[in-house]
Protein backbone atom coordinates (compact mmCIF):
# COMPACT_ATOMS: atom_id res chain seq x y z
CA UNK A 1 0.00 0.00 0.00
CA UNK A 2 2.70 2.20 0.77
CA UNK A 3 4.57 1.84 -2.18
CA UNK A 4 1.56 2.27 -4.12
CA UNK A 5 1.24 5.45 -2.58
CA UNK A 6 4.57 6.20 -3.20
CA UNK A 7 3.80 6.41 -6.58
CA UNK A 8 0.78 8.43 -6.69
CA UNK A 9 2.46 10.99 -5.20
CA UNK A 10 5.84 10.81 -6.76
CA UNK A 11 3.61 11.56 -10.19
CA UNK A 12 2.02 14.55 -8.74
CA UNK A 13 5.69 15.50 -7.38
CA UNK A 14 7.50 15.31 -10.83
CA UNK A 15 4.72 17.50 -12.36
CA UNK A 16 4.24 19.97 -9.87
CA UNK A 17 7.92 20.54 -8.56
CA UNK A 18 9.97 18.90 -10.98
CA UNK A 19 12.63 16.12 -11.23
CA UNK A 20 13.47 14.83 -8.09
CA UNK A 21 16.58 13.44 -6.81
CA UNK A 22 18.66 12.46 -4.02
CA UNK A 23 21.74 14.35 -4.47
CA UNK A 24 22.41 17.17 -2.13
CA UNK A 25 24.67 19.84 -3.97
CA UNK A 26 25.90 21.62 -1.56
CA UNK A 27 29.30 22.71 -1.92
CA UNK A 28 32.10 20.49 0.28
CA UNK A 29 32.56 22.48 3.16
CA UNK A 30 28.41 22.52 3.71
CA UNK A 31 28.07 18.80 3.42
CA UNK A 32 30.87 18.22 6.26
CA UNK A 33 28.42 19.72 8.56
CA UNK A 34 25.40 18.33 7.42
CA UNK A 35 24.10 15.57 9.39
CA UNK A 36 21.05 13.32 9.29
CA UNK A 37 19.23 12.26 12.64
CA UNK A 38 16.79 9.35 12.76
CA UNK A 39 13.75 10.33 14.58
CA UNK A 40 12.64 7.03 17.28
CA UNK A 41 9.25 7.02 15.85
CA UNK A 42 7.93 5.23 12.89
CA UNK A 43 5.98 6.61 10.09
CA UNK A 44 2.85 4.98 10.37
CA UNK A 45 0.43 7.78 8.75
CA UNK A 46 2.55 8.89 5.42
CA UNK A 47 4.08 12.32 6.99
CA UNK A 48 6.91 11.63 4.45
CA UNK A 49 6.56 10.09 1.23
CA UNK A 50 8.97 9.55 -1.48
CA UNK A 51 11.05 7.26 -0.25
CA UNK A 52 10.20 4.10 -0.93
CA UNK A 53 8.84 1.60 1.36
CA UNK A 54 10.67 3.23 4.27
CA UNK A 55 9.24 3.70 7.63
CA UNK A 56 12.08 6.01 8.87
CA UNK A 57 11.61 9.67 10.23
CA UNK A 58 14.71 11.87 10.51
CA UNK A 59 16.16 15.67 10.08
CA UNK A 60 18.68 17.15 8.46
CA UNK A 61 20.80 19.47 10.36
CA UNK A 62 23.65 22.11 9.04
CA UNK A 63 25.68 23.02 11.42
CA UNK A 64 26.80 27.10 10.81
CA UNK A 65 30.53 28.04 11.16
CA UNK A 66 31.40 29.38 14.78
CA UNK A 67 28.93 29.45 17.89
CA UNK A 68 24.84 29.01 16.82
CA UNK A 69 22.87 31.93 17.30
CA UNK A 70 19.80 31.22 16.09
CA UNK A 71 17.85 28.09 14.35
CA UNK A 72 16.04 28.11 11.11
CA UNK A 73 13.75 25.63 10.97
CA UNK A 74 12.49 24.86 6.98
CA UNK A 75 9.74 22.94 6.46
CA UNK A 76 9.33 20.96 2.54
CA UNK A 77 5.82 21.33 0.57
CA UNK A 78 3.87 18.49 -0.33
CA UNK A 79 5.47 15.54 -1.75
CA UNK A 80 8.99 17.11 -2.15
CA UNK A 81 12.15 15.15 -0.49
CA UNK A 82 14.17 16.73 1.99
CA UNK A 83 17.24 16.83 -0.62
CA UNK A 84 15.59 18.82 -3.19
CA UNK A 85 14.64 21.09 -0.18
CA UNK A 86 18.06 21.45 0.39
CA UNK A 87 18.68 22.19 -3.55
CA UNK A 88 16.04 24.78 -3.71
CA UNK A 89 18.03 26.87 -0.78
CA UNK A 90 21.68 26.06 -1.55
CA UNK A 91 22.14 30.36 -1.25
CA UNK A 92 20.38 30.53 1.84
CA UNK A 93 22.06 27.72 3.18
CA UNK A 94 25.31 29.30 2.52
CA UNK A 95 24.40 32.29 4.17
CA UNK A 96 22.54 30.49 7.45
CA UNK A 97 26.19 28.86 7.57
CA UNK A 98 28.14 31.65 7.77
CA UNK A 99 25.82 33.76 9.91
CA UNK A 100 25.93 31.40 12.51
CA UNK A 101 22.53 30.16 12.02
CA UNK A 102 21.45 26.66 12.48
CA UNK A 103 18.98 24.86 9.90
CA UNK A 104 17.02 22.09 10.63
CA UNK A 105 14.63 20.76 7.71
CA UNK A 106 12.39 17.87 9.05
CA UNK A 107 10.94 14.67 7.12
CA UNK A 108 7.76 16.00 7.26
CA UNK A 109 5.78 16.27 3.38
CA UNK A 110 2.76 14.73 3.41
CA UNK A 111 0.32 15.30 6.54
CA UNK A 112 -3.31 17.40 5.91
CA UNK A 113 -2.76 19.42 9.28
CA UNK A 114 -0.90 19.83 12.43
CA UNK A 115 -2.71 16.49 13.76
CA UNK A 116 -1.80 14.58 17.16
CA UNK A 117 0.43 12.39 15.09
CA UNK A 118 2.20 15.33 13.48
CA UNK A 119 2.68 17.63 16.34
CA UNK A 120 4.58 14.45 18.42
CA UNK A 121 6.61 14.42 15.53
CA UNK A 122 7.46 17.70 15.25
CA UNK A 123 7.96 18.68 18.46
CA UNK A 124 10.47 15.78 18.73
CA UNK A 125 12.21 17.10 16.03
CA UNK A 126 12.12 20.51 17.64
CA UNK A 127 13.64 19.39 21.15
CA UNK A 128 16.12 16.84 20.33
CA UNK A 129 17.75 19.50 17.35
CA UNK A 130 17.58 22.09 20.13
CA UNK A 131 19.24 19.92 22.83
CA UNK A 132 21.81 18.19 20.61
CA UNK A 133 23.33 21.38 18.77
CA UNK A 134 22.86 23.49 22.17
CA UNK A 135 21.20 26.16 19.74
CA UNK A 136 19.43 29.20 21.81
CA UNK A 137 16.11 28.34 22.58
CA UNK A 138 14.41 31.68 22.30
CA UNK A 139 16.40 32.27 18.76
CA UNK A 140 13.97 30.03 16.46
CA UNK A 141 12.46 30.97 13.23
CA UNK A 142 10.39 28.89 11.55
CA UNK A 143 9.07 28.85 7.41
CA UNK A 144 8.40 26.99 4.50
CA UNK A 145 7.18 26.89 1.05
CA UNK A 146 2.86 25.61 0.33
CA UNK A 147 2.13 22.65 2.80
CA UNK A 148 5.45 23.90 4.98
CA UNK A 149 4.30 27.22 4.86
CA UNK A 150 0.95 26.32 6.29
CA UNK A 151 2.76 23.64 8.71
CA UNK A 152 4.95 26.79 9.68
CA UNK A 153 2.59 29.85 10.27
CA UNK A 154 -0.24 27.12 12.51
CA UNK A 155 2.53 25.59 14.26
CA UNK A 156 3.49 29.29 15.57
CA UNK A 157 -0.49 29.98 16.12
CA UNK A 158 -0.74 26.85 18.52
CA UNK A 159 2.05 28.09 20.25
CA UNK A 160 0.76 31.17 20.85
CA UNK A 161 -2.84 29.75 21.43
CA UNK A 162 -1.67 27.12 24.41
CA UNK A 163 1.99 26.77 24.64
CA UNK A 164 1.84 23.51 26.51
CA UNK A 165 0.99 21.50 22.95
CA UNK A 166 4.61 22.67 21.51
CA UNK A 167 8.26 22.33 22.24
CA UNK A 168 9.44 25.77 20.92
CA UNK A 169 7.67 29.14 20.30
CA UNK A 170 9.25 30.61 17.37
CA UNK A 171 9.74 34.28 17.12
CA UNK A 172 9.08 34.83 13.76
CA UNK A 173 7.31 32.66 10.69
CA UNK A 174 7.71 33.01 7.07
CA UNK A 175 5.26 31.22 4.28
CA UNK A 176 6.15 31.19 0.67
CA UNK A 177 3.01 30.88 -1.53
CA UNK A 178 1.33 28.95 1.07
CA UNK A 179 -2.58 27.97 1.02
CA UNK A 180 -4.51 29.97 4.42
CA UNK A 181 -7.81 29.38 4.38
CA UNK A 182 -8.66 25.15 3.80
CA UNK A 183 -12.75 26.52 2.95
CA UNK A 184 -11.25 28.41 -0.01
CA UNK A 185 -8.78 25.74 -1.13
CA UNK A 186 -11.37 22.99 -0.91
CA UNK A 187 -13.58 24.98 -3.68
CA UNK A 188 -10.84 25.57 -5.73
CA UNK A 189 -9.95 22.03 -6.17
CA UNK A 190 -13.35 20.99 -6.23
CA UNK A 191 -13.22 23.66 -9.48
CA UNK A 192 -9.78 22.21 -10.58
CA UNK A 193 -10.91 18.68 -10.73
CA UNK A 194 -14.22 19.74 -12.63
CA UNK A 195 -12.40 21.71 -15.09
CA UNK A 196 -10.18 19.01 -15.90
CA UNK A 197 -7.57 21.33 -17.57
CA UNK A 198 -4.38 20.88 -16.29
CA UNK A 199 -3.37 17.27 -15.36
CA UNK A 200 -0.85 18.09 -12.66
CA UNK A 201 -3.34 20.71 -11.43
CA UNK A 202 -6.35 18.03 -11.51
CA UNK A 203 -4.05 15.39 -9.83
CA UNK A 204 -3.13 16.95 -6.74
CA UNK A 205 -6.94 18.70 -6.50
CA UNK A 206 -7.95 14.89 -6.56
CA UNK A 207 -5.58 13.96 -3.90
CA UNK A 208 -6.87 16.73 -1.57
CA UNK A 209 -10.33 16.26 -1.82
CA UNK A 210 -9.92 12.96 -0.97
CA UNK A 211 -7.88 13.33 2.02
CA UNK A 212 -10.05 16.50 3.51
CA UNK A 213 -13.51 14.61 3.11
CA UNK A 214 -11.83 11.76 4.92
CA UNK A 215 -9.63 13.62 7.93
CA UNK A 216 -12.19 16.47 8.32
CA UNK A 217 -15.49 14.02 7.34
CA UNK A 218 -16.82 15.96 4.56
CA UNK A 219 -16.71 19.29 2.76
CA UNK A 220 -17.07 23.16 3.90
CA UNK A 221 -20.82 23.19 3.99
CA UNK A 222 -21.03 19.64 6.06
CA UNK A 223 -18.71 20.63 8.65
CA UNK A 224 -17.65 23.92 8.67
CA UNK A 225 -16.10 24.30 11.79
CA UNK A 226 -13.50 21.71 11.50
CA UNK A 227 -12.98 23.15 8.20
CA UNK A 228 -12.00 27.07 10.36
CA UNK A 229 -10.21 24.84 13.60
CA UNK A 230 -7.56 23.89 10.89
CA UNK A 231 -7.28 26.85 8.98
CA UNK A 232 -4.26 29.54 9.61
CA UNK A 233 -6.42 32.07 8.46
CA UNK A 234 -10.47 32.02 7.78
CA UNK A 235 -12.08 34.69 5.61
CA UNK A 236 -15.70 34.54 7.37
CA UNK A 237 -14.36 34.56 10.77
CA UNK A 238 -13.91 37.77 12.92
CA UNK A 239 -10.07 38.72 13.06
CA UNK A 240 -9.19 35.87 10.74
CA UNK A 241 -10.04 33.20 13.23
CA UNK A 242 -6.59 31.51 14.02
CA UNK A 243 -4.47 34.24 12.79
CA UNK A 244 -5.20 36.87 15.55
CA UNK A 245 -2.54 34.43 17.36
CA UNK A 246 -0.01 36.03 15.64
CA UNK A 247 -0.78 39.55 15.89
CA UNK A 248 2.66 39.98 17.95
CA UNK A 249 4.70 37.89 15.87
CA UNK A 250 6.62 39.08 12.87
CA UNK A 251 5.45 37.08 9.66
CA UNK A 252 5.90 37.47 6.00
CA UNK A 253 4.27 36.23 3.09
CA UNK A 254 5.84 35.71 -0.22
CA UNK A 255 3.64 35.55 -3.39
CA UNK A 256 4.59 35.83 -7.24
CA UNK A 257 0.48 36.33 -7.86
CA UNK A 258 0.79 36.13 -11.48
CA UNK A 259 -2.78 35.90 -12.72
CA UNK A 260 -1.76 36.04 -16.44
CA UNK A 261 0.08 32.73 -16.31
CA UNK A 262 -2.83 31.20 -14.23
CA UNK A 263 -5.41 32.18 -16.89
CA UNK A 264 -3.26 30.61 -19.80
CA UNK A 265 -1.34 27.76 -18.17
CA UNK A 266 -4.40 26.39 -15.40
CA UNK A 267 -7.57 28.24 -16.60
CA UNK A 268 -7.96 29.46 -12.78
CA UNK A 269 -8.49 33.38 -11.54
CA UNK A 270 -7.77 35.09 -8.10
CA UNK A 271 -10.36 32.93 -6.58
CA UNK A 272 -7.80 29.56 -7.28
CA UNK A 273 -4.77 31.49 -6.50
CA UNK A 274 -3.17 31.81 -2.56
CA UNK A 275 -2.44 35.53 -2.38
CA UNK A 276 -6.28 35.80 -2.13
CA UNK A 277 -5.78 34.05 1.10
CA UNK A 278 -2.39 35.57 2.07
CA UNK A 279 -3.15 39.25 1.23
CA UNK A 280 -6.59 39.11 3.31
CA UNK A 281 -4.46 37.67 6.51
CA UNK A 282 -2.12 40.41 6.00
CA UNK A 283 -4.15 42.94 5.72
CA UNK A 284 -6.60 41.60 8.70
CA UNK A 285 -3.21 41.53 10.83
CA UNK A 286 -2.25 45.05 9.89
CA UNK A 287 -5.98 46.23 11.04
CA UNK A 288 -5.18 44.34 14.19
CA UNK A 289 -1.89 45.98 15.36
CA UNK A 290 0.53 43.99 14.12
CA UNK A 291 3.00 46.34 12.71
CA UNK A 292 5.50 43.58 11.24
CA UNK A 293 2.93 41.60 8.88
CA UNK A 294 3.93 41.72 5.72
CA UNK A 295 3.19 40.81 2.03
CA UNK A 296 6.05 40.35 -0.24
CA UNK A 297 4.84 40.78 -3.97
CA UNK A 298 7.33 38.93 -5.83
CA UNK A 299 5.60 38.57 -9.54
CA UNK A 300 7.67 37.17 -12.41
CA UNK A 301 10.17 35.87 -9.91
CA UNK A 302 8.80 32.40 -9.55
CA UNK A 303 10.95 29.88 -11.22
CA UNK A 304 11.56 25.78 -10.57
CA UNK A 305 15.40 24.37 -10.28
CA UNK A 306 15.17 23.24 -14.14
CA UNK A 307 14.52 27.00 -15.44
CA UNK A 308 10.23 26.26 -16.30
CA UNK A 309 8.54 29.12 -15.37
CA UNK A 310 6.21 28.79 -11.89
CA UNK A 311 5.04 31.64 -10.09
CA UNK A 312 4.63 28.44 -7.46
CA UNK A 313 8.08 28.02 -6.57
CA UNK A 314 10.99 28.29 -3.76
CA UNK A 315 12.89 31.27 -6.18
CA UNK A 316 9.87 33.35 -5.02
CA UNK A 317 11.72 34.31 -1.66
CA UNK A 318 14.95 36.26 -2.70
CA UNK A 319 17.98 34.31 -0.63
CA UNK A 320 19.80 37.54 0.49
CA UNK A 321 17.06 39.59 1.35
CA UNK A 322 15.10 36.76 3.30
CA UNK A 323 18.32 35.99 5.41
CA UNK A 324 18.41 40.08 6.30
CA UNK A 325 14.81 39.41 7.59
CA UNK A 326 15.80 36.46 9.64
CA UNK A 327 19.16 37.96 11.29
CA UNK A 328 17.31 41.69 11.85
CA UNK A 329 14.29 39.22 13.72
CA UNK A 330 17.19 37.08 15.43
CA UNK A 331 18.89 40.14 16.96
Known sequence: MR??????????????????????????????????NTIDITDKTYLYINDGNSNELFYYALKPKGKIKGTLILLPPTAQNIEDVINNNITLSELAFEKGILLIIPS?????????ITMTFLNTTFKKAISKYQAPKDQIIIGGFSLGGMNAIRYVEISKENPDLTTIEPIAVYGIDPPLDWTRIYYSFQRTKDLNFSEPAVNEAKDYLAKLNEQFGGSPDNVPNIYI???????TVKNGGNSKFLIDVPIRIYSDPDIDWHLKERQTDFYDINALDQTAMINQLSILGNENAEFINALGKGYRLNGIRHPHSWSIAEPNELMEWIIDKLE
Open 108 to 116: INYNLYLDE
Open 229 to 235: KHSMYSK
Open 3 to 36: ILTNILILLISVSVFGQTTREIKLNETLLKNLEK
